[in-house]
């Protein structure tokens, strides 16, 4: 990249398009533990879903270590399934982005304990030392905790997850940040080079039609409110937490066709309604505000479409990067997650038909994988639409205002 000046950051991945594995271990709804890991079949079939991502040029996936089976007691480790990740990962060239909580935490701790802080930063550096072990010199992308935001509204104030608590959403954010802060640190001291891979949601909330300033001030708000998370572990706003600036690295945002809504009456904004919501505003558009608020590179870490949709969504998708990349947007990246389809997470029979293969149940055994055909047609021409605008004289010589 020789147009960026010689202290930018350099992007540390090796594909554009990325795989997203669903690696949740959460406490549900219900208060049951789920694996995802192993329920869409993803560990068994490891080798078979690293082969499947070649004809796409995926190089890059998105993995979680499942804090909640690692540490079974506290300050007790176990890396065996890691391991056995990261030897596959290995032998078959695949670069593995890890979160370390990914809506899961041991039996004994929530975001409102007061050791939660203290537990998380210890298992970032013994994360580190296990990871060096094996890898000495390779890059490591971290993400600590995935969706803050979206994490503290289900816990916090909708009980959807431990600590089933309502009303409860910034305490529960606070506690999730104090960690990730303090997480961050950890990891940076055990490895200096390491990137840091924030995950947070991407939306838009707009007011109903005819509303009064004061609604409008407050859907403003609600918008503003998706940075606050981030802003924490810059420093911005409770700096009584130890952020900095100097913890964003690449920041990451998950863009699902449901993430505009009008507050009031509740009601999702269409993506492809015609003609088109004048509320509803463009990935682009977003992309470029987030750019504009912190002047660092930004990757699409989430993004999918469940059922026929799929194939449109990406074209949608694709159309939308290619704008952000052309205005100057340093986009480095665009997961697709799931790339392997996923049950819901409190009602486990209700699978999502959201990924790149289809799940098909068996009466035993992990499912089976089923390709399906629409989205990955559309996935080869997005692809090479992006790759022409990345390769474009247009692209390469915008400056990258990317503050190193």
């Given at each position: 990249?020789?147009?960026?000046h010689k202290n930018?950051?350099?992007?540390?991945?090796?594909?554009?398009?990325?795989?997203?594995?669903?690696?949740?271990?959460?406490?549900?709804?219900?208060?049951?533990?789920?694996?995802?890991?192993?329920?869409?079949?993803?560990?068994?079939?490891?080798?078979?879903?690293?082969?499947?991502?070649?004809?796409?040029?995926?190089?890059?996936?998105?993995?979680?270590?499942?804090?909640?089976?690692?540490?079974?007691?506290?300050?007790?480790?176990?890396?065996?399934?890691?391991?056995?990740?990261?030897?596959?990962?290995?032998?078959?060239?695949?670069?593995?982005?890890?979160?370390?909580?990914?809506?899961?935490?041991?039996?004994?701790?929530?975001?409102?304990?007061?050791?939660?802080?203290?537990?998380?930063?210890?298992?970032?550096?013994?994360?580190?030392?296990?990871?060096?072990?094996?890898?000495?010199?390779?890059?490591?992308?971290?993400?600590?905790?995935?969706?803050?935001?979206?994490?503290?509204?289900?816990?916090?104030?909708?009980?959807?997850?431990?600590?089933?608590?309502?009303?409860?959403?910034?305490?529960?954010?606070?506690?999730?940040?104090?960690?990730?802060?303090?997480?961050?640190?950890?990891?940076?001291?055990?490895?200096?080079?390491?990137?840091?891979?924030?995950?947070?949601?991407?939306?838009?909330?707009?007011?109903?039609?005819?509303?009064?300033?004061?609604?409008?001030?407050?859907?403003?708000?609600?918008?503003?409110?998706?940075?606050?998370?981030?802003?924490?572990?810059?420093?911005?706003?409770?700096?009584?937490?130890?952020?900095?600036?100097?913890?964003?690295?690449?920041?990451?945002?998950?863009?699902?066709?449901?993430?505009?809504?009008?507050?009031?009456?509740?009601?999702?904004?269409?993506?492809?309604?015609?003609?088109?919501?004048?509320?509803?505003?463009?990935?682009?558009?977003?992309?470029?505000?987030?750019?504009?608020?912190?002047?660092?590179?930004?990757?699409?870490?989430?993004?999918?479409?469940?059922?026929?949709d799929r194939p449109?969504?990406?074209?949608?998708?694709?159309?939308?990067?290619?704008?952000?990349?052309?205005?100057?947007?340093?986009?480095?990246?665009?997961?697709?997650?799931?790339?392997?389809?996923?049950?819901?997470?409190?009602?486990?029979?209700?699978?999502?038909?959201?990924?790149?293969?289809?799940?098909?149940?068996?009466?035993?055994?992990?499912?089976?994988?089923?390709?399906?055909?629409?989205?990955?047609?559309?996935?080869?021409?997005?692809?090479?639409?992006?790759a022409e605008v990345?390769?474009?004289?247009?692209?390469?010589?915008?400056?990258?205002?990317?503050?190193?």
């Open positions: 990249m020789h147009h960026l930018a950051p350099q992007n540390p991945f090796q594909s554009f398009w990325m795989g997203g594995y669903e690696c949740t271990d959460q406490l549900n709804a219900f208060g049951h533990r789920v694996d995802f890991l192993h329920l869409t079949g993803h560990f068994q079939k490891l080798d078979e879903d690293y082969q499947a991502l070649n004809p796409f040029g995926i190089r890059t996936v998105r993995e979680g270590i499942r804090w909640s089976q690692v540490e079974r007691t506290p300050y007790h480790y176990d890396w065996s399934t890691v391991a056995s990740m990261l030897a596959t990962g290995q032998r078959h060239g695949v670069q593995q982005v890890w979160d370390l909580c990914h809506f899961g935490y041991p039996d004994d701790l929530t975001p409102l304990h007061p050791m939660f802080a203290r537990r998380f930063a210890a298992l970032c550096r013994a994360f580190v030392e296990f990871y060096r072990s094996h890898r000495p010199d390779d890059v490591l992308i971290v993400t600590p905790i995935n969706e803050v935001s979206f994490m503290s509204w289900l816990g916090g104030d909708v009980r959807g997850t431990s600590p089933y608590c309502v009303g409860q959403g910034w305490e529960v954010k606070r506690g999730l940040m104090r960690a990730y802060i303090e997480g961050t640190a950890a990891l940076r001291e055990a490895d200096p080079g390491i990137r840091i891979l924030t995950t947070e949601p991407m939306i838009n909330v707009v007011p109903r039609l005819g509303a009064n300033r004061t609604e409008r001030n407050r859907t403003t708000e609600f918008t503003i409110n998706q940075f606050q998370s981030v802003d924490m572990l810059a420093g911005r706003l409770c700096p009584e937490l130890g952020g900095s600036p100097d913890f964003l690295d690449i920041l990451g945002f998950n863009f699902y066709y449901d993430n505009q809504w009008q507050l009031e009456p509740h009601q999702t904004l269409g993506w492809n309604d015609s003609p088109l919501d004048p509320r509803w505003k463009p990935l682009s558009a977003l992309l470029q505000m987030a750019y504009q608020r912190y002047q660092r590179p930004v990757v699409l870490t989430e993004t999918s479409h469940p059922g026929i449109l969504w990406m074209q949608h998708i694709a159309r939308e990067c290619a704008i952000a990349l052309r205005q100057g947007v340093p986009l480095w990246g665009v997961c697709l997650y799931p790339i392997i389809d996923r049950p819901d997470w409190d009602f486990q029979d209700n699978w999502h038909q959201s990924g790149l293969w289809d799940a098909e149940l068996l009466p035993d055994g992990p499912p089976q994988r089923v390709l399906y055909e629409p989205y990955a047609e559309e996935l080869l021409r997005a692809q090479a639409h992006i990345l390769a474009s004289a247009e692209y390469a010589q915008k400056p990258q205002r990317v503050m190193a």
